[in-house]
């Protein structure tokens, strides 16, 4: 069993920096994939960012690409998602997700086996 938990969330002004971060325990945690998600009250879950498993690839929606970027130390089993520019529509509930199948991260919510419990980001304008 692998659990998620997500930190760093808050509120931040336009053009802000937030630092996400995403702890899984278990040491298999670090072989799987992982991304972030993230959820805006009235919207569908979206994909942001997902990381390969040994971190050498990285995708981006394009929305926050450019301005955001994932990475992992797997050493500390920490996925981390860094945020800058940050803009009002960034604004939603942040999931982090782990992928135990794979070695390349999906964009759809059922390529995932494990969450977190979400952290809130707030972009203020």
């Known amino acids: 069993q692998v659990q998620l938990v997500e930190s760093g969330g808050g509120l931040a002004q336009a053009g802000g920096s937030l630092r996400l971060s995403c702890a899984a325990s278990?040491?298999?945690?670090?072989?799987?994939?992982m991304a972030w998600f993230r959820q805006a009250q009235g919207n569908e879950l979206e994909f942001v960012a997902g990381?390969?498993?040994?971190?050498?690839?990285?995708y981006y929606s394009d929305s926050v690409k450019g301005r955001f970027t994932i990475s992992r130390d797997n050493a500390k089993n920490t996925v981390y998602l860094q945020m800058n520019k940050l803009k009002p529509e960034d604004t939603a509930v942040y999931y982090c997700?782990?992928?135990?199948?794979?070695?390349?991260?999906?964009?759809?919510?059922?390529?995932?086996?494990?969450w977190g419990q979400g952290t809130q980001v707030t972009v203020s304008s």
């Open positions: 990381i390969t498993r040994v971190g050498f690839s990285t």
């Open positions: 278990g040491r298999a945690a670090r072989s799987f994939a």
């Open positions: 997700a782990a992928d135990s199948d794979n070695s390349f991260p999906g964009r759809r919510r059922s390529d995932y086996d494990y």
